[in-house]
């Protein structure tokens, strides 16, 4: 049996074969904890700081030692959100978050709500899913401590205008946090460049492990920890470190900042590809995300009068999602492609696929006709293109 056409990057990338082989010796003889004092320790500890140089590297940090490793983006997300808003608890009680965040900025931010009497605004997004930095200005209050604006979507791509977000932000003494983890993996993150304070970052969206991410934690930045016990990561998280995945984070961002990667720009000319034939091809689809400000791997597209899930079905040879990898199988519409504009029902009539870097042009070629064919078995004949 033949594997699926892979395009569904943005839930998963592929483990990158060197990132295995530096994770390998990790995972057996190289076994000591780097608390430990002895040469195995002393060992698991180097690899360690290797890793969080390179990290340090792929984000733009000044320093090491601003990088906590964290078991991924949705920790991160965690600990910077209710790490700073905690933290900054004498001064307010109110975070400003979008309408298209990932569900764990969400769900950080309302467990402010829920367990902390903290009030929260969700700014709106516009058509193309942009958070603009004036609605972000209107939504602040005396008493607002953080704002959380993603840097990429996970679902639609858009890119987020954010240094002009910190140039709100930052003369107020609000702290800024950014969930990067989808653009982190492009080269698209420079935390100095963006002025951001906090950014989340994962591992497997990079072609690294999965189990493994970092929060970004600019110098001088204060949070709570949120897990405390054995004082590892400078006491903002406890519990000993997963090495081998570390090792791996480290290899994988390694890869991305030596240019060790195909360029993002083939990616975008896959995807560019991909959507002309798609648009050609499927009466009446749109493209859904900023038409540049995007990332080069992903394809959001409505097709009208397909059911989005039904249409996956009746495609095994492809892999992809439709919303975001989260979404799939809850039902109900994304809540980013509602926050676009996107009425329920085109909600429920929209793609996404994401090229990566393994994705070939023979597997456009082939996912286009595939798409294309089980869109025409499932349309009315009049509604067929021509
Ligand atoms: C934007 C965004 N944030 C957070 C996450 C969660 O990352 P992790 O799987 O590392 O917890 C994802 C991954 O699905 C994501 O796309």
């Not at 530096?22 to 190289?30: A, D, G, R, V």
């Not at 002393?42 to 700081?49: K, L, N, T, V, Y």
């Amino acid at each position: 049996m033949t594997e699926p056409i892979y395009l569904d990057h943005q839930a998963t990338t592929p483990l990158d074969e060197r990132v295995l082989e530096q994770m390998l010796p990790y995972l057996t003889h190289e076994y000591g904890n780097p608390s430990s004092s002895h040469a195995r320790g002393r060992a698991a500890s180097q690899a360690i700081r290797d890793a969080r140089r390179r990290v340090a590297d792929l984000v733009g940090a000044k320093s090491d030692v601003e990088i906590v490793f964290t078991s991924g983006a949705t920790e991160a997300n965690h600990l910077a959100i209710m790490g700073a808003a905690l933290e900054a608890r004498p001064h307010g009680g109110h975070v400003v978050t979008t309408a298209i965040e990932h569900k764990a900025v969400l769900a950080a931010c309302q467990r402010l709500v829920d367990h902390h009497g903290y009030t929260m605004t969700r700014v709106g997004v516009d058509e193309h899913g942009r958070a603009h930095p004036a609605d972000i200005a209107a939504a602040l209050t005396p008493r607002t401590v953080v704002v959380s604006v993603m840097h990429a979507n996970n679902e639609i791509g858009t890119l987020q205008r954010l240094a002009a977000i910190a140039e709100i932000t930052r003369p107020r003494g609000i702290v800024l946090h950014t969930d990067a983890a989808q653009s982190a993996g492009w080269g698209l993150l420079d935390v100095s460049e963006l002025g951001v304070d906090l950014a989340s970052v994962s591992a497997h969206k990079l072609h690294g492990p999965m189990g493994i991410g970092a929060l970004y934690l600019r110098g001088g930045t204060r949070i709570v920890a949120q897990q405390t016990g054995g004082g590892q990561e400078r006491g903002l998280r406890a519990g000993t470190p997963n090495v081998p995945a570390i090792v791996g984070f480290g290899a994988a961002a390694h890869l991305v900042t030596s240019d060790a990667v195909p360029s993002p720009t083939r990616v975008r000319a896959l995807r560019d590809r991909l959507q002309d034939l798609l648009l050609d091809s499927v009466p009446g689809a749109t493209v859904n995300g900023h038409r540049h400000r995007r990332l080069p791997g992903n394809l959001s597209l409505t097709l009208p009068g397909i059911e989005a899930a039904d249409l996956l079905d009746r495609l095994p040879g492809i892999a992809a999602s439709t919303g975001s990898a989260c979404n799939t199988g809850s039902g109900e519409p994304s809540h980013v492609l509602t926050a676009i504009g996107l009425t329920r029902a085109q909600a429920r009539a929209t793609l996404r696929l994401s090229i990566g870097h393994t994705t070939t042009e023979t597997d456009i070629e082939q996912a286009a006709k595939l798409i294309t064919d089980a869109v025409g078995a499932m349309l009315p004949a009049s509604a067929r293109a021509a």
